[in-house]
C-alpha cells in the first residue's frame, strides 16, 4: 500500500493549489457577494489542464487520472466553491464525451471544452419534477428525417448559461430507464431556451439554471452512445462525478477548518486563546480526523477508478462521507467563530453556505445510502 501521490498527481496537486492560491482564493469572497461567474478563473483552468484532468492529451487534457483530479478539485474547492463545481461539471462532461462519444464527437467537441473554447459543460439530467429518481424524466427526443428534436425542461442545471455544450437526456422510448437517450446540445441551439440563473444560498459564483426545451432540433450526430443507453451513461458518469463532490466537500470543509484554526489561536477570552479549551480542541480535533477519514475513502474510490475496477458503491461512501463530514465541519467551525462567524467579514459564512448542497446535488446523501445498501445485498 502506497499513500504518496505519483509525480503527475503531485504535480497537478501542485498546480491546482498554486492556481487557487494566488488568483482564485484572492477574489473568492468577492465573486460570491457580486454573485459573478469565475469567467477569467476558468479560462486559467483550461490553460493548466484543469478542464479535462482525465481527458487524453490528444484531446488537449492533462490524461492524469481520477487521484489527480480529485486532489486539484480539492485544492481548488478550498479556495473557492463556485469555480470548483464549474470545474467538476465541466470535467465530467468531458469524460462522458471521451468515454461514450464516437471519434467525430471527440473530435468536435473535448479539445473544445478542455481550451476553454466551450468555457463550461453543462450536465442536464434532472427536472422540475425529477431529480432522484432519473428513470422518470419527461423530456423528449422524437426521431425525424435529419436528426431529432427535443422537447421539455431541465432544472438545476450548473453552468447552463455558460456552456458550449450540454448532455442531455431525453425519452425517445417506452417508460423507464431503457427508454431513455442522451444528446449532446450546443449552446445557441435553435428552440434551447436558457432560463434564469437560480437565487441560492451558497456557491452564488456558480451558475445554475433552468432550461426550455422547444423544438429544439439537433442533428442524427448529437446522440451520444446508442439509443437506449442513456440512463446507464447518467449512471456511469454520477459514479465519478461523485469522487469530485467529495473531493469539493473536503476542500471546503478544509478551508473551514483552517479558518477556525486561526481563530482559535487568535481569539481570546477568560485570559487565554480560545484553542487552549478542551471545548474547541475537541471541535478541531474531530473535524480533522472526520476530513481525514473521508479523504481517504475519497482516494480509494478513485484509485479503484483509475485502476478499471468497479467503484459505485465506493464513490457513493466517499461522497456520503464526505458531504455530510464536510457539513458537521462546516457547522462546528462557525460555532468556534462565535458571532463573528455569522458575519460575511469571515469567510466561514461563506463556506458553511456553500457546503450545503454538498450532501443535496450529484445524488443526495439518501441515494447514496440506497445505492450503497443496493449493492451489498446484491454483492456482500
Ligand atoms: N453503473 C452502470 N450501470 C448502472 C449503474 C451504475 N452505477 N446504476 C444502475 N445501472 C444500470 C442498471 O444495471 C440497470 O441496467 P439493466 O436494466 O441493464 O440491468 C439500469 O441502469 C437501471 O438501474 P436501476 O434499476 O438500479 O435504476 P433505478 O431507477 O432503480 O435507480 C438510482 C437507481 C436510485 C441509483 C438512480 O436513479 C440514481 O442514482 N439516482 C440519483 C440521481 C442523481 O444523482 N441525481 C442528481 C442529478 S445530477 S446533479
Given at each position: 500500500m502506497d499513500f504518496a501521490p505519483t509525480e503527475t498527481q503531485a504535480l497537478i496537486a501542485q498546480t491546482a493549489r498554486e492556481f487557487a492560491t494566488r488568483r482564485i482564493a484572492p477574489i473568492a469572497g468577492e465573486l460570491d457577494r457580486q454573485e459573478r461567474f469565475p469567467l477569467e478563473l476558468v479560462q486559467g483552468l483550461a490553460e493548466l489542464g484543469?478542464?479535462?484532468?482525465?481527458?487524453?492529451s490528444a484531446w488537449g487534457?492533462?490524461?492524469?487520472?481520477a487521484i489527480a483530479y480529485a486532489l486539484a478539485m480539492k485544492e481548488v474547492a478550498k479556495a473557492c466553491a463556485s469555480t470548483a463545481v464549474t470545474m467538476a461539471v465541466t470535467n465530467m462532461v468531458a469524460e462522458v464525451i471521451q468515454r461514450f462519444g464516437s471519434d467525430e464527437q471527440r473530435e468536435r467537441h473535448l479539445p473544445a471544452i478542455t481550451s476553454g473554447r466551450y468555457v463550461t459543460g453543462a450536465f442536464a439530467l434532472s427536472e422540475p419534477q425529477v431529480g432522484s429518481d432519473?428513470?422518470?424524466?419527461?423530456t423528449t427526443a422524437k426521431r425525424v428525417p435529419d436528426g431529432w428534436v427535443l422537447d421539455g425542461q431541465k432544472q438545476w442545471i450548473t453552468n447552463g448559461a455558460h456552456a458550449g455544450v450540454m448532455v442531455v437526456w431525453a425519452r425517445?422510448?417506452?417508460?423507464?430507464?431503457?427508454?431513455i437517450s442522451c444528446f449532446l446540445v450546443e449552446q445557441g441551439s435553435s428552440g434551447l431556451i436558457v432560463g434564469k440563473a437560480e437565487d441560492k444560498?451558497?456557491?452564488?459564483a456558480s451558475n445554475t439554471v433552468p432550461l426550455t426545451f422547444e423544438e429544439c432540433r439537433v442533428p442524427?450526430?448529437?446522440?451520444?452512445?446508442?439509443?437506449?443507453?442513456g440512463f446507464r451513461i447518467a449512471m456511469m458518469a454520477l459514479d465519478g462525478g461523485r469522487i469530485g463532490i467529495a473531493a469539493q466537500s473536503i476542500g471546503i470543509g478544509s478551508a473551514a477548518l483552517d479558518e477556525a484554526l486561526t481563530y482559535a489561536r487568535d481569539r481570546q477570552a477568560f485570559g487565554k486563546s480560545?484553542?487552549?479549551f478542551q471545548a474547541i480542541q475537541w471541535m478541531l480535533a474531530d473535524s480533522r480526523t472526520e476530513l481525514d477519514a473521508a479523504d481517504l475513502m475519497m482516494l480509494r474510490a478513485a484509485w479503484l477508478k483509475d485502476e478499471g475496477k468497479p467503484f459505485t458503491r465506493e464513490a457513493a461512501m466517499a461522497k456520503l462521507m464526505a458531504s455530510e463530514a464536510a457539513n458537521r465541519v462546516a457547522n462546528r467551525c462557525m460555532q468556534i467563530h462565535?458571532?463573528?462567524?455569522?458575519?460575511?467579514?469571515?469567510?466561514v459564512e461563506r463556506h458553511l453556505r456553500d457546503v450545503r448542497v454538498t450532501t443535496i446535488y450529484e445524488g443526495t446523501s439518501e441515494i447514496q445510502r440506497l445505492v450503497i445498501a443496493r449493492d451489498l445485498l446484491k454483492t456482500s
Open positions: 484543469l478542464l479535462g484532468v482525465n481527458v487524453k487534457g492533462a490524461d492524469a487520472g432519473p428513470s422518470a424524466l419527461a425517445t422510448g417506452a417508460a423507464g430507464a431503457k427508454g444560498l451558497g456557491l452564488r442524427a450526430s448529437a446522440l451520444l452512445g446508442e439509443e437506449g443507453m480560545i484553542g487552549e462565535g458571532g463573528y462567524g455569522y458575519t460575511r467579514e469571515f469567510a
